[in-house]
């Protein structure tokens, strides 16, 4: 289990790499981070134009965002070229597409922070043995390609997700590495169904998710911070279980609920990372 520079980090924005304006707008927008994206948003004609823009554009942008570039698979034409563009900015992390085992090791174990993007079938299988690779920091669902992989009929409830997503929390956390990123809420107009979204996500444990559209980074930004209540109910477990302690009890109850050890990690680590969800698995004792 590693700290890394993504520790905290609830939204990330992608933007075209060939579009210096929607470069130039992520780079001021709310979000976390921006991913210049030189992969799918980026058609094969422009994929040389884009590496020279997203130079320019990160060059130029101040150093208060963090930035990441996705680059191509490296089996397609363009990949190993964007991975020696990686080599030359000063990034926080890259983003490697249709990540599976094989693909993660071939962009080798020294670097920058990789987020794995899983959208194949073959990468949710192997999402745990591609979360142990050195350099992964976080995992990134795509639902985009892993639902026309898998022919999904979208429903207004995400229920063809649910096994995806859950597979990769647990995924995450067992391989020691950040929550996952949710995938893209692809209308970007939906604002209330992209909170509904992340307040669902948030709920499994995720720890951020990825944006298409600066609009989105702020409703993003909150449903992935703990709440005001959240804090507050915190506070009262950590109060109520000293308590408890200190007259020799290992449990107590807040607002009629059992508050025992596991409930007391919890709250804990809510306190000490008030800003963000996104923090480095809680284990149990017995885990370690
Ligand atoms: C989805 C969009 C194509 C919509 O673009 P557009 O119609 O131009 O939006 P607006 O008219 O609302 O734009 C208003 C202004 O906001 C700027 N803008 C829009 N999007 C972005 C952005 N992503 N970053 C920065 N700035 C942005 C516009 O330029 C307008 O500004 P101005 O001109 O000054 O008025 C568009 O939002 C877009 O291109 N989004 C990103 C697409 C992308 O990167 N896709 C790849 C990643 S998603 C993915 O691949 C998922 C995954 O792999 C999977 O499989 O699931
Ligand atoms: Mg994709």
């Known amino acids: 289990m590693t700290e890394t520079s993504l520790q905290g980090v609830r939204s990330l924005l992608f933007a075209p790499g060939d579009d210096a304006r929607k470069l130039r707008s992520a780079l001021a927008s709310a979000a976390d981070g921006v991913i210049a994206d030189l992969e799918d948003a980026v058609a094969p004609d422009r994929?040389?134009?884009?590496?020279g823009i997203v130079r320019t554009e990160f060059a130029a942008a101040g150093t208060h965002m963090r930035?990441?570039?996705?680059?191509?698979?490296?089996?397609?034409?363009?990949g190993r070229?964007?991975?020696?563009?990686?080599?030359?900015?000063?990034?926080?992390?890259?983003?490697?597409?249709k990540a599976t085992a094989d693909s993660i090791s071939a962009v080798g174990a020294?670097?920058?922070?990789?987020?794995?993007?899983?959208?194949?079938?073959?990468?949710?299988?192997?999402?745990?043995?591609i979360g142990l690779h050195p350099r992964v920091s976080a995992l990134m669902l795509g639902g985009a390609d892993l639902g026309a992989e898998l022919r999904w009929k979208p429903r207004s409830d995400g229920l063809e997700l649910l096994f995806a997503r859950s597979s990769l929390v647990v995924d995450s956390a067992a391989a020691g590495i950040l929550p996952p990123f949710d995938v893209?809420?692809?209308?970007?107009?939906?604002?209330?169904?992209?909170i509904d979204e992340s307040t669902f996500a948030r709920s499994i444990g995720f720890g951020g998710k990825a944006c298409i559209h600066?609009?989105?980074?702020?409703?993003?930004?909150?449903?992935?911070?703990?709440?005001?209540?959240?804090?507050?109910?915190?506070?009262?477990?950590?109060?109520a279980f000293d308590d408890a302690s200190a007259r020799g009890s290992g449990t107590a109850v807040v607002d009629?609920?059992?508050?025992?050890?596991?409930?007391?990690?919890?709250?804990?680590?809510?306190?000490?990372h008030p800003g963000s969800t996104n923090q480095l698995p809680r284990r149990s004792p017995a885990a370690h």
């Not at 994929?47 to 590496?51: F, G, M, N």
């Not at 930004?221 to 109060?239: G, H, L, M």
């Open 47 to 51: 994929k040389d134009a884009a590496r």
């Open 67 to 78: 930035r990441m570039v996705r680059i191509n698979g490296l089996d397609t034409d363009w």
């Open 81 to 97: 070229e964007d991975l020696a563009l990686t080599r030359t900015l000063d990034l926080d992390a890259i983003v490697v597409p």
């Open 110 to 129: 020294d670097g920058v922070p990789v987020i794995a993007l899983v959208e194949t079938a073959v990468g949710l299988r192997q999402a745990y043995e």
């Open 184 to 194: 893209v809420h692809l209308a970007p107009r939906a604002i209330d169904e992209l």
């Open 214 to 239: 600066p609009c989105q980074a702020e409703p993003v930004n909150t449903a992935f911070s703990p709440s005001q209540s959240e804090i507050d109910w915190a506070r009262a477990v950590v109060a």
């Open 256 to 272: 009629g609920r059992l508050v025992d050890a596991p409930v007391v990690r919890h709250a804990r680590s809510m306190l000490s």
